[in-house]
């Protein structure tokens, strides 16, 4: 009684169950709990086999159900009354989120892979500088890979990294198939939470089974598994990379939209954000369009980018303005929808005292089912 009432606040954090969580279903949440702690905790229980850093097929306490408070792939949670046996457990608490993300729906990312290829499919330098500006709106800190240079002669790779240095990036240039130039792809994960995007086709897959290989993604979009075609990766899952830090694999998407603010535009064009440091337009609102003395309208090479975007955006808040409501039927915020992820889709019998393997594989398949459609 004495010893628990003169606990500090550490010693109680620290016999908290802190995790992540890796993936989504209905209303099951996989936690994989942060090794330090479990170590000790699993050795308590003596679970024969357990690892150090077991996963949890976890509920959501009605408690943050009745506030509102959704859980998210990436987000940070304590776990409680933890079943080692049947690797169950109750989420209790979110922690604050660093950053959340609407589309794909996931936590706590800091940092996006820009996936495209060199070729097969050809680069298209507009669908590339879409993808950019959409990664740049996000504020994140942004790693280019342009993937298949063995398909590239020495001269046509250099093309393109002068090309792109003119738009303000450094590619790194890969080969995913042949393993060359991987290490600046792992140097720009370590340690990071990182979502991989990028048009299908490119080796976004090819690249996480590469970095993950106990993984098995599917290649070319065919089940490894099923050996169903037109799969696609639509539910986000995150996988922790044996170096430090986790990869979250995007649903595939061709046309980002580009749903910003007119005016914000110019800022996720590195080239436009260096002339308006050195110099200025005339008007505070400058749109670079048609307007008297304007430091950033010039002949760089995305400049028709630019004016193209902008016609999208001015046409998206046109919309916006025209109804207010637009932006919530077109938008899923977090907290909104935590009624709706709450209907319960599967009965949670069907996964009571099955191994940590079956619950995996169940999950698993719940996943799989779900993309058959
Ligand atoms: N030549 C070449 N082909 C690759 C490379 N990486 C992936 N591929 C192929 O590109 C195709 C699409 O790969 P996938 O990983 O499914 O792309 P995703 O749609 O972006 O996930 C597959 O046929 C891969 O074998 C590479 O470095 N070089
Ligand atoms: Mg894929
Ligand atoms: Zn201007």
Same mark, same amino acid.
């Given at each position: 009684m004495g010893l628990e009432t003169n606990q500090t606040v550490s010693e109680l954090q620290s016999n908290l169950l802190t995790g992540i969580v890796l993936a989504v279903q209905a209303n099951f949440y996989?936690?994989?709990?942060?090794?330090?702690?479990?170590?000790?905790?699993? @050795?308590?229980?003596?679970?024969?086999?357990?690892?150090?850093?077991?996963?949890?097929?976890?509920?959501?306490?009605?408690?943050?159900?009745?506030?509102?408070?959704?859980?998210?792939?990436?987000d940070r949670v304590v776990v409680e009354e933890p079943d080692w046996a049947?690797?169950?457990?109750? !989420?209790?608490?979110?922690?604050? %989120?660093?950053?959340?993300?609407? %589309?794909?729906? !996931?936590? +706590? !990312?800091?940092?996006? $892979?820009?996936?495209?290829? /060199?070729?097969?499919p050809p680069l298209e330098p507009l669908q590339l500088s879409r993808f950019l500006v959409k990664a740049e709106s996000t504020g994140l800190d942004v790693t280019l890979c342009l993937n298949k240079r063995d398909l590239l002669s020495a001269e046509d790779q250099a093309y393109w990294c002068d090309r792109l240095n003119a738009w303000g990036y450094e590619p790194v240039l890969v080969s995913v198939q042949q393993e060359e130039g991987m290490e600046a792809v792992y140097r720009a994960l370590h340690n990071r939470?990182? $979502?991989?995007?990028?048009?299908?086709?490119?080796?976004?897959?090819s690249l996480? +089974?590469? $970095?993950?290989?106990?993984?098995? /993604? %599917?290649?070319?979009?065919?089940?490894?598994? /099923?050996?169903?075609? %037109?799969?696609?990766?639509?539910?986000?899952?995150?996988?922790?990379?044996?170096?430090?830090g986790f990869l979250a694999d995007s649903p595939g998407f061709n046309q980002p939209d580009l749903?910003?603010?007119?005016?914000? $535009?110019?800022?996720?064009?590195?080239?436009?954000?260096?002339?308006? @440091?050195?110099?200025?337009? @005339?008007?505070n609102d400058c749109l670079h369009h048609e307007e008297p003395d304007c430091a950033v309208r010039g002949d760089w090479e995305r400049y028709g980018d630019y004016l193209l975007f902008l016609d999208e955006a001015i046409a998206h808040q046109t919309v916006l303005d025209r109804s207010p409501d637009a932006e919530t039927t077109t938008k899923r915020k977090s907290g909104s929808d935590g009624q709706q992820a709450d209907e319960p889709k599967l009965s949670p019998q069907k996964y009571r005292r099955t191994s940590r393997r079956s619950q995996k594989q169940a999950l698993q398949d719940l996943l799989d089912e779900s993309e058959l459609d």
């Open positions: 996989q936690v994989q709990l942060d090794s330090a702690e479990t170590d000790s905790a699993v @050795q308590d229980s003596a679970v024969p086999g357990a690892e150090a850093a077991p996963s949890l097929l976890c509920t959501r306490r009605s408690r943050l159900k009745k506030v509102g408070q959704t859980v998210m792939v990436g049947g690797n169950r457990g109750a !989420i209790a608490h979110v922690f604050p %989120r660093q950053s959340e993300m609407d %589309r794909p729906a !996931i936590a +706590n !990312i800091n940092h996006l $892979l820009l996936v495209f290829a /060199l070729a097969d939470m990182t $979502l991989v995007s990028g048009p299908s086709g490119v080796g976004k897959s996480l +089974n590469g $970095l993950l290989p106990a993984l098995d /993604l %599917r290649v070319g979009d065919l089940s490894g598994k /099923l050996r169903h075609g %037109r799969h696609t990766t639509r539910h986000v899952e995150l996988f922790e990379l044996p170096s430090g749903a910003c603010a007119p005016g914000d $535009l110019a800022h996720y064009f590195p080239e436009a954000r260096q002339r308006m @440091q050195h110099g200025s337009c @005339q008007f």
